[in-house]
C-alpha cells in the first residue's frame, strides 16, 4: 500500500511562497499521474493541479494557474507545489493522491494524504 506524505505548509503573508511536498513511500508503480487537490473551511475539496510522472504533463485549475507550478522528482518517488503570490483564497488544507489518469476529477484518484495546512494571512 502506497502511503503519500505532505509536507510544506505553514502561514503565509499575502504575496508571499510555499513551497509544498508529497513523499511517497514506495515507488507508485502502476501510477500515471499524482495530483494536488486542497479543502478551505466549509467548503467541498477541489482540484488544484496534476502532473504525470512520465512526461511531466501538468493541468491546473483556473484559479491558480500562473501562480502555482507542479513538478517531481521520480528518483525521489516527491511531487512539488510550488505556490507564488499566494492570497487569503488559497487558505485551505492541501492534499495529494494518486491516479491512473491525467484527470481533474477526485473521484480517480485514491491513495489520499493527510493534508498540510496553508493559511495565508491578509
Known amino acids: 500500500q502506497v502511503q503519500l506524505v505532505e509536507s510544506g505548509g505553514g502561514l503565509v503573508q499575502a504575496g508571499g511562497s510555499l513551497r509544498l511536498s508529497c513523499a511517497a513511500s514506495?515507488?507508485?508503480?502502476?501510477?500515471?499521474?499524482m495530483g494536488w487537490f486542497r479543502q478551505a473551511p466549509g467548503k467541498e475539496r477541489e482540484f488544484v493541479g496534476t502532473i504525470t510522472w512520465i512526461g511531466g504533463n501538468t493541468r491546473y485549475a483556473d484559479s491558480v494557474k500562473g501562480r502555482f507550478t507542479i513538478s517531481r522528482d521520480n528518483a525521489k518517488n516527491t511531487v512539488y507545489l510550488q505556490m507564488n503570490s499566494l492570497k487569503p483564497d488559497d487558505t485551505a488544507v492541501y492534499y495529494c493522491?494518486?491516479?491512473?489518469?491525467?484527470?481533474?476529477?477526485?473521484?480517480?484518484?485514491?491513495?489520499w494524504g493527510q493534508g498540510t495546512q496553508v493559511t495565508v494571512s491578509s
Open positions: 493522491a494518486r491516479s491512473q489518469y491525467l484527470s481533474d476529477d477526485q473521484e480517480r484518484f485514491s491513495n
Open positions: 514506495k515507488r507508485t508503480f502502476g501510477s500515471y499521474a
